[in-house]
């Protein structure tokens, strides 16, 4: 060996090069997406990566000396406290969601991992934060509450119509039907009052038969309607469409029959013609709100739902009606046929009697 020059020993493969993992540390805080900050016991922030810059919108210029407070509601100072005093025990603190404030104002949730930082003597001096945007998790959490929440309406509601449809069909006449439909379409929409007409074929004549919420002189109005006059309820027969009339103070159609309305209570209607599965129309149901107001789709959907059922059974009581005079037909014909032939046996027996004897 050259006794000139002075050769280093080489490395041993297992001596950690600890400028390369620094390095390496260094490189992954500044690309991380998410904000990872060091601050002091006391708050004040050390160290403001990219990430940090991306999400609360301060440079590491403006961050770095400032109390941490800086990205915390007044609302949450508390928490920040016990935070750092279960880092002062030496406690770490993982994926804890909370909210906080961007540079612009911005409320944002967050996940928080927060760990003590030790000296070379393990003395804690400090706490390192790595703080996750998790505002599109949340989002999506709220989404899928939401429509968990409407599947549970729903299925509820569908649930109280099938109930309301099994209510319908026990019921033993026409007239004790059309009071518990009129009964249960003020429920599945929401009104406050209704009425029910039924269709006179022979006289194209719309006529109450069922009726919750109005006076006398409202009922005498709507006791008989042609199914040709220019009421809500015939136009709507007539067109085989509902119509909704939001408010009657400013809909044109209905000036005429405002005054009735106001003295009857309702600022709002929707008539909804009643249409048999074979197209026959059928009658008229009509709901009132007493103030302006429109059902939802859903309320209309299971509305409709509803009205189906109550087409097909007021559809039976009228053939159960026709079979039944039908029948007591038939038993008059029967009734006058063995009168006649009674007749006719006793008229047959007085001249017969001398040609037997």
Request: with cysteine; hydrophobic share 40%.
């Amino acid at each position: 060996m050259d006794a000139g020059k002075v050769s280093a020993a080489p490395a041993s493969v297992d001596e950690p090069d600890y400028s390369i993992q620094i390095a390496l540390l260094a490189a992954i805080v500044a690309s991380s997406d998410d904000a990872i900050v060091s601050k002091t016991l006391e708050g004040r922030i050390l160290s403001w990566n990219a990430g940090a810059e991306r999400i609360f919108g301060y440079t590491a210029a403006e961050a770095i000396g400032q109390p941490i407070t800086i990205i915390i509601p007044p609302e949450h100072h508390a928490e920040e406290k016990s935070i750092l005093d279960r880092v002062r025990r030496g406690n770490r603190v993982d994926h804890f969601d909370t909210i906080r404030v961007t540079k612009d104002g911005r409320r944002i949730p967050i996940s928080l991992t927060v760990s003590p930082v030790r000296d070379s003597r393990g003395v804690i001096i400090g706490a390192s934060k790595v703080a996750r945007d998790i505002s599109e998790r949340k989002r999506a959490e709220q989404i899928l509450l939401e429509s968990e929440t409407r599947l549970a309406a729903e299925a509820a509601a569908l649930a109280r119509l099938n109930e309301l449809s099994t209510r319908l069909w026990r019921t033993r006449s026409l007239n004790e039907g059309l009071d518990e439909i009129l009964t249960a379409v003020i429920e599945l929409i929401g009104a406050e009052k209704g009425y029910i007409q039924l269709l006179d074929p022979g006289s194209s004549l719309l006529t109450l038969r069922a009726q919750r919420g109005f006076g006398p002189e409202f009922l005498e109005l709507f006791r008989e309607v042609s199914a040709a006059a220019d009421f809500p309820c015939a136009k709507a027969l007539r067109s085989g469409r509902r119509i909704i009339i939001e408010d009657i103070e400013t809909d044109d159609t209905y000036a005429p029959y405002r005054e009735a309305a106001r003295v009857a209570g309702y600022r709002s209607i929707v008539a909804t013609p009643l249409v048999s599965a074979d197209g026959e129309s059928v009658g008229m149901v009509a709901t009132h709100f007493r103030s302006i107001h429109r059902p939802s789709e859903q309320e209309l959907r299971r509305f409709d739902l509803y009205l189906r059922q109550a087409c097909d059974f007021i559809q039976r009581c009228k053939l159960e009606q026709v079979l039944r005079r039908s029948e007591a037909a038939l038993r008059d014909a029967d009734r006058r046929k063995d009168e006649f032939l009674a007749l006719l046996a006793h008229e047959l027996r007085n001249p017969l009697a001398p040609i037997r004897y």
